[in-house]
């Protein structure tokens, strides 16, 4: 098992790519990707605004809905473009497989 930790937004992570969080929570309309800010709890308003506007319940503030939307990510290294932690969780995770395989 492998765990990413977004540092410290995990909702900028679930609403970066808009295709696959609305695929992924079964949105019409994705949430407005702001430009980055280091603010206490902003992606968590953004994405809760965006699934209370859908009319879609969460009783998690959308971490319910990880796994649908990681699963319709199409490009994770144009996605992994948008943030430097997940660039360096990717790279990383690549490494290790990398080295496994010559092992």
Known sequence: ?????????????????????????????????????????YYKHVLNQALRDSNVSSLLSGAEYAEKIIEHIENIDSFCRQNAGC??????????????MRT
């Not at 660039?87 to 496994?100: K, P």
């Open 1 to 41: 098992m492998v765990y990413a930790i977004p540092d410290p937004h995990i909702e900028r992570w679930y609403i970066m790519d808009q295709r696959a969080f609305k695929d992924g929570v079964g949105l019409e309309k994705g949430a407005d990707m702001p430009e980055y800010k280091c603010k206490k709890a």
């Open 87 to 100: 660039q360096a969780f990717v790279g990383d995770l690549r490494g290790f497989f990398r080295r496994g």
